[in-house]
């Protein structure tokens, strides 16, 4: 279902403007707290996205076409709305233009995702996010504006085969190529300081910080003693840091 004009379904006052209006407060990127950010699409991966952006104190404004989404997030989003952003009329209505950060997170329909990024580029928004399903969809997406390209579904699903196949308690991939790896410090170097075991020599890798057993993380010193059953997050090229997980 969709609408040519954007109708509010909540009546929480907002922090700047008239009722319905949203004031831009940043003109670069970068959010602080507080900050408002335009969702579109309340499926899964929006919705989720929108309700942990109001946990961590930022002003969320939600868009979808479904009216049923649209009246499930109402209680949890600063607003909720039902409009077809493909439309530029209707992201002029709704103020989209004075957002400083919007995430596309449409999880079906590719064309809808194409025609609201563009939308929102020719805009001139600042920071413009979006969800791609297939790598096709990832590049129309950066061509036609979006800034930050996200592939949820293959990402998560490359992350928990690194997490299936090795030893390691958490993986994440910084770089293509370039990884951070939460792993049990392996038998052989407990009870040697990270200056005896010469991890960058040795294994090529990075103690980051250290976790004795029971205990919590700490960064990691020259000084520092390993002990049986403590965990490292350690940081290198991926295919080192899989290696030095492996023997643990």
Wanted: glycine letters at 10%; charged letters at 20%.
């Amino acid at each position: 279902m969709a609408a040519s004009t954007a109708s509010p379904r909540k009546g929480r006052s907002l922090a700047e403007g008239a009722p319905g209006r949203w004031g831009r407060r940043r003109s670069h990127p970068g959010l602080d707290t507080g900050d408002q950010v335009l969702v579109i699409g309340l499926g899964r991966f929006g919705s989720a996205l929108a309700t942990s952006l109001m946990e961590l104190g930022h002003e969320v404004l939600g868009v979808d076409t479904d009216p049923v989404l649209v009246q499930r997030y109402s209680p949890l989003l600063t607003q909720a709305i039902e409009a077809d952003c493909t439309d530029p009329n209707v992201l002029r209505q709704i103020g989209a233009a004075e957002f400083p950060c919007a995430v596309v997170g449409i999880g079906s329909g590719i064309e809808s995702s194409v025609l609201t990024v563009a939308a929102l580029s020719d805009l001139e928004i600042p920071n413009i996010w979006a969800k791609a399903i297939t790598e096709a969809h990832a590049r129309i997406l950066e061509r036609v504006g979006a800034d930050h390209v996200i592939s949820p579904e293959r990402e998560m699903g490359e992350r928990v085969a690194h997490l299936v196949t090795g030893r390691m308690i958490e993986y994440l991939e910084l770089d293509p190529g370039f990884a951070l790896v939460e792993t049990t410090a392996p038998s052989e170097i407990v009870d040697k300081s990270l200056t005896e075991v010469l991890f960058r020599s040795t294994y090529g890798v990075t103690v980051v910080c250290i976790k004795p057993a029971g205990g919590v993380f700490t960064y990691a010193t020259p000084d520092t003693k390993i002990g049986e059953g403590d965990i490292l997050l350690v940081a290198g090229e991926t295919a080192r840091a899989e290696a030095f997980a492996a023997r643990s």
